[in-house]
């Protein structure tokens, strides 16, 4: 596609259960990030792979997340057991260049976690 | 550790008015420095950026110059308009790793 699409757009769901976020970066992109925003904070980094691979998961916040991506392509982001405050927004991002080579980052619009 | 400081909002302005939005930050080494913006209903994009002291990142009306002595990089432009209504981020890139502000919500009245 076009852009960095994320779905669903948004997702509502119940304390305890577990989610999956999904992200079709852009074909090509070797690089892909998960980033999360919570309400009035700053983006936070999560993970990031480079291929298929993920180099640098510092920023997943618990054991209950973990991501994957396959192909060099899609990447999930599953959240077990989710918490209040897991709710956020989740941000994916792709690029043509490995992290740290002055890259530009391309944004999906992100979804929307809302956990009750 | 590095970090992010921009101006709290949101920001309301009437159109034609002058915009600025801080941004200063907190680094070991030479970062790069950027600026996102997030229109309704879609992804970040990058809008500017400046890779070292005294460079000025320029787009779409939008200037940012990066200064070392004050950590700086504030967001300006002359004369906004309402299609400039979003969501403004300062980040900070080091060693591979984007640091992102909090964000700047800007809403410009016609």
């Known amino acids: 596609g076009a852009g960095v699409s994320q779905s669903p757009s948004n997702k509502v769901t119940e304390k305890g259960k577990d989610v999956e976020l999904r992200c079709d970066p852009i074909s090509g992109h070797t690089a892909l990030y998960w980033y999360r925003q919570r309400l009035g904070q700053g983006l936070e980094f999560l993970i990031y792979f480079q291929g298929n691979s993920a180099p640098d998961k510092s920023g997943l916040p618990s054991d209950r997340f973990s991501a994957e991506r396959t192909g060099e392509s899609v990447s999930t982001l599953t959240i077990q057991r989710t918490q209040q405050e897991d709710s956020a927004v989740y941000l994916c991002?792709?690029?043509?260049?490995?992290?740290?080579?002055?890259?530009?980052?391309?944004f999906g619009s992100g979804t929307q976690l809302s956990v009750l | 550790g590095n970090s992010v400081t921009q101006m709290e909002g949101p920001v309301t302005l009437s159109e034609e008015a002058f915009l600025t939005i801080n941004c200063t930050y907190t680094a070991t080494g030479y970062p790069s420095l950027f600026w996102y913006v997030q229109y309704p209903g879609e992804g970040l994009q990058l809008l500017l950026k400046?890779?070292?002291?005294?460079d000025k990142g320029s787009n779409k009306g939008f200037e940012a110059t990066y200064r070392k002595e004050t950590t700086s990089f504030h967001l300006e432009k002359g004369s906004v308009q309402v299609s400039d209504s979003a969501v403004y981020f300062c980040?900070?890139?080091?060693?591979?790793?984007?640091?992102f502000g909090k964000g700047t919500k800007l809403s410009v009245k016609p």
């Open positions: 400046a890779t070292k002291a005294d």
């Open positions: 991002a792709s690029s043509l260049a490995p992290r740290g080579t002055n890259e530009k980052l391309f």
């Open positions: 980040a900070l890139g080091s060693q591979g790793n984007l640091i």
